[in-house]
Structures are given as structure tokens and as C-alpha cells.
């Protein structure tokens, strides 16, 4: 059974950077992915990124692109969202999900399960 686990979330002002991560366990098969989406309040999900584990195709956002930065450690069984220059507007509840058996990844909320239990990001001068 696949398990996420994100961390990293926080407070932080204007202009700084935040790295999310997700901890995963319980991958029968070497093709997976893993997408990172948030939450924004009153808003719906939606997808930021996405990575391929077997070949590290990486899909973002058009938003994103530039300012976040998706990445695995496979000894650390950890995929990694490197947030910079973040702007008020990316305050809100982050996820990641997987893709199990993919071997490319999209952004469309459907395509994944399960899901992590979310962290918070909140930016705010």
C-alpha cells in the first residue's frame, strides 16, 4: 500500500523560498509518479508539478515554471518542491499524490491516489 507524507510547509514572507517534501513508501513497481498541488482557500485543487520516476520527466504549471522546482532522492525515498520567490497568491494547503504504474505524468487531479495529508504554506509579510 502506497503512503505520502509532505513536510516543510510554514510561514514566510514575500520573495522567499520554501522546499516541500514527500515522503513515500510501499511502491511495488519501479514506474510511478508523484504531483505536487495545492489548495488555495476558496479556490479549487490544482496541480503544480509532476515527476516520472523511471526516466525524471518532470511536467509543471505554466505559474510554476521558473519558480518551482521538482525533484526525487531516491536513497531518501523523498520527492522534493523547491519553492522560490514566492508571492502571496501561493498561500495555501500543498499535496502530493502518485500516479501508481506511470510512465509519464500530467497534472489532472483524476489520475492520482492516494494522497498525502497536505501541509501549509502561508505567505504573508
Known amino acids: 500500500q502506497v503512503q505520502l507524507v509532505e513536510s516543510g510547509g510554514g510561514s514566510v514572507r514575500p520573495g522567499g523560498s520554501l522546499r516541500l517534501s514527500c515522503k513515500f513508501s510501499g511502491f511495488t513497481s519501479e514506474y510511478w509518479a508523484i504531483g505536487w498541488f495545492r489548495q488555495a482557500p476558496g479556490k479549487e485543487r490544482e496541480g503544480l508539478a509532476c515527476l516520472v520516476s523511471v526516466d525524471d520527466y518532470t511536467n509543471y504549471k505554466d505559474s510554476a515554471k521558473g519558480r518551482f522546482a521538482i525533484s526525487k532522492d531516491h536513497a531518501k525515498n523523498t520527492v522534493y518542491l523547491q519553492m522560490t520567490n514566492l508571492k502571496s497568491e501561493d498561500t495555501g494547503v500543498y499535496y502530493c499524490?502518485?500516479?501508481?504504474?506511470?510512465?509519464?505524468?500530467?497534472?489532472?487531479?483524476?489520475?492520482?491516489?492516494?494522497w498525502g495529508q497536505g501541509t501549509q504554506v502561508t505567505v504573508s509579510s
Open positions: 499524490a502518485t500516479d501508481v504504474e506511470a510512465v509519464r505524468c500530467d497534472l489532472g487531479l483524476l489520475s492520482y491516489s492516494p
